[in-house]
């Protein structure tokens, strides 16, 4: 994986690595591979041989770094082979628990009356929880100040002592600060309905707003990689999904077990790196 270990990449990938080792009576090694902005782990996956040892679990920004990074060397279209859609988690909106504004209607009003008042952080120029308030931004008629981190750790550190009013992140990001009182959280930006993890959070939907953006996460391999053994471990990761162990903690994080197959996760693939050049190109965002 292209992230440190702590994050949701490490929890989501060491979670599939104990399960699937076991469905495939195989060691399955996790291996951290930070830095370049994730390109080290991609280039090691894609230069690696097509026998389904070497694999890479990655989230969306294998997506926004297309635009991102013109001399990356390859077309992360071409250069992986998509195994499985993994999980799914929505996105929540955070602010710190002593905001004056209870609500996103009241949060947006707010933000619109005094442009570029408000701060919102993430985990760097072109990263999703970026782009994610640069498309609410659009939606909502308003303008924050964008304040880039080098990871969401800091970030959410910021947003709970106050220095910043919104994140956008990953429910396993939030939600203990949530059950301590310091963060509330706004919305959930999910194409379905409330998630057991935040009962009383409303959806994006219910708000009448249209933004409905996620964490994906799917494993792939080399081009190339035979479609038996892609068979084999698309199987593999359907019977973890299926695992009662398993969907709780999902359930519990906020996560959605999807078990799609290759053909959807390459079509996800696609459709995100046709979203986020438009975005990247249009607002002129740069690493």
Wanted: glycine content about 12%.
């Amino acid at each position: 994986i292209a992230w440190p270990p702590g994050g949701t990449t490490d929890f989501v990938t060491r979670l599939y690595a104990r399960h699937l080792g076991e469905m495939l009576n195989a060691n399955v090694v996790v291996e951290n591979r930070p830095g370049g902005g994730g390109s080290i782990a991609w280039r090691a996956v894609a230069g690696a041989r097509p026998d389904g040892l070497t694999l890479l679990l990655s989230e969306n920004s294998l997506a926004t770094a297309v635009p991102l990074m013109p001399d990356l060397g390859m077309d992360v279209r071409t250069a992986f082979a998509p195994l499985a859609l993994l999980v799914d988690y929505p996105s929540v909106l955070a602010v710190p628990a002593a905001l004056p504004a209870r609500s996103l209607p009241e949060f947006l009003e707010a933000a619109r009356k005094e442009p570029g008042a408000l701060n919102y952080g993430s985990m760097g120029n072109g990263s999703a929880p970026h782009l994610y308030v640069e498309v609410l931004q659009d939606l909502a008629g308003m303008r924050m100040t964008h304040v880039p981190y080098r990871g969401m750790g800091p970030a959410f550190t910021d947003l709970i002592a106050g220095r910043l009013q919104l994140v956008v992140a990953a429910p396993p990001t939030v939600l203990g600060a949530v059950r301590a009182g310091t963060v509330r959280v706004l919305a959930i930006g999910t194409k379905g309905e409330r998630i057991p993890a935040l009962p009383d959070a409303p959806t994006m939907r219910e708000l009448g707003v249209d933004f409905s953006y996620s964490y994906w996460y799917g494993l792939f391999g080399p081009a190339g990689t035979d479609p038996a053994i892609a068979a084999r471990l698309l199987d593999a990761v359907r019977r973890t999904n299926a695992l009662p162990e398993v969907q709780a903690r999902f359930a519990e994080q906020g996560g959605v077990p999807v078990g799609g197959d290759g053909v959807a996760l390459g079509r996800l693939l696609a459709e995100e790196v046709e979203r986020w050049t438009a975005v990247v190109r249009a607002k002129g965002i740069t690493p």
